[in-house]
């Protein structure tokens, strides 16, 4: 039976009708997508509506509501947690500077002595990847060390003026918690979050090399889903925790039933003026039927996640797919379920324009590297022409070089600031930069053999 089908079948809004089209809706998606494999849990209230995993991790095995994935970002709304679990303890106030908690914290600018610990949770720090190239620069090993690297970075604008989304904010404030509790972050976490709310399987961890099996995830390339390694990366307080359904449904149905007291839950859900959207660690926002709704995405570049609260109703939905942020499938499902939750049918997903850009960039390499044999095979006739005394002419051939060395400042500026390092281009744009590297080495290839055919033809006329 199709999803539409099961709709018009099941009663509308109740939780049998939500867990029966849910299934329907993430197995079709799974067909139609080739989406390898996914977590999903719904909960309304203090009940879990449905909690499930389907298809297979990146080694083989099944996924189920209690395998471990990557929340990625996600992961900020817990570090937030964790620095509120200070707060009401009264060991850090929001509004105090963080440096009078974390000495270590300082920057090339003397605006960071007024950096908040608020600005840090809600992103209006001054910090930002304009100024500081978190990805593209060496990766820190502990978050001692994400600290640590700030010591010549220079803020973007005034803390407390202006938002903006870094990763940076939430290390320095796993960094914060560590030195305040006397523990290291994951054992905070442990102790404060995840054994309270019965969350047995959940932890947070440093960098890619500490991903488990379960969590590592894939690329689409032509269509299909091939397993790759995370490219190397810090994450813990921005994006380490690792979940399971079965974990974040008690998280989900936590934020429902006293996590925090009131005042302090209103408080983290509640935006500065600066960006009026991102609160401490959530962002507010509405569904496209103008349900208010309370999320956080997450993306590694080979998995995705989203966590999303509709107060009103009482529901919390979570997603975790082992594919990355270039085919965002955890939000593009996440979109699809709230649509169920609020009687709707799910737009279908459409796989045909990124299959047609994999398909035009590997004619492309096809194309590039027949021409480059030509060029190779013909260069002693472009050197007996003549023109190979006119080098210049050789020029066009490294304009792919040229583009290969510049491509992350490119980038940026398109980006409007974000950063990327080269092999995590690689990963969100595989098609393109296989033929961008491929272009390159043709060019050179070209150019060599005809510069050497012209240093022959020039020795035969010296003898």
Known sequence: MTLAAICLA?????????????????????????????????????????????????????VTADTPMAVASVSKSFTALAVMRLAEQGKVALDQPVRRYLPEFTMADPRAAKITVRQLLDQTSGMADSTFHEKSLPQPETLQGAVARLRTAKLATDPGTAFSYHNTNYQVAARLVEVVSGRPF???????????????????????????????????????????????????????????????????????????????VKEMR???????????????????????????????????????LMPDSGYGIAVM?????????????????????????????????????????????????????????RARQWVTRGTGRRLWRLAPYLVPLLLCVTIVPIHRVLARGRDAGWIQLAYLYPTFMLWLVTAAAAGLTVVAARL???ARLGRRHVD
């Open 10 to 62: 099941l009663a509308p809004g109740t939780p049998a009708s939500v867990s029966t089209s849910v299934d329907a809706y993430v197995e079709e998606y799974r067909t139609a997508t080739g989406l390898p494999g996914v977590a999903v849990v719904v909960t309304k209230g203090d009940k879990v509506i449905h909690a499930a995993g389907y298809g297979q991790t990146a080694t083989g095995e099944p």
């Open 186 to 264: 994951a054992a905070f976490l442990d102790a404060h979050v995840f054994k309270p709310l019965g969350m047995s399987r959940s932890t947070t961890i440093d960098t890619d090399r500490d991903l488990p099996g379960s969590a590592r995830g894939h690329l689409y390339v032509l269509g299909r889903a091939v397993p790759l390694p995370e490219p190397a990366g810090f994450g813990n307080g921005s994006g380490g925790v690792l979940s399971t359904a079965d974990d974040m449904a008690r998280w989900l149905i936590a934020q429902n039933t006293g996590l925090l007291p009131p005042e302090a």
């Open 270 to 308: 509640t935006p500065s003026k600066p960006n009026e959207e991102y609160a401490l660690g959530w962002q507010i926002d509405r569904t496209e039927r103008g349900t208010p709704v309370i999320e956080h995405g997450g993306d590694l570049f080979t998995s995705t996640a989203h966590q999303l």
């Open 321 to 377: 797919a082992n594919t990355g942020m270039a085919f965002a499938d955890a939000h593009a499902l996440m979109a699809g379920i709230v649509a169920i939750i609020e009687g709707g049918t799910p737009q279908p997903p459409s796989t045909q324009s990124m299959l047609l850009t994999d398909a035009l960039f590997a004619v492309l390499t096809l194309v590039t590297i027949g021409l480059a044999a030509r060029g190779t095979a």
């Open 452 to 454: 050497w055919g012209a």
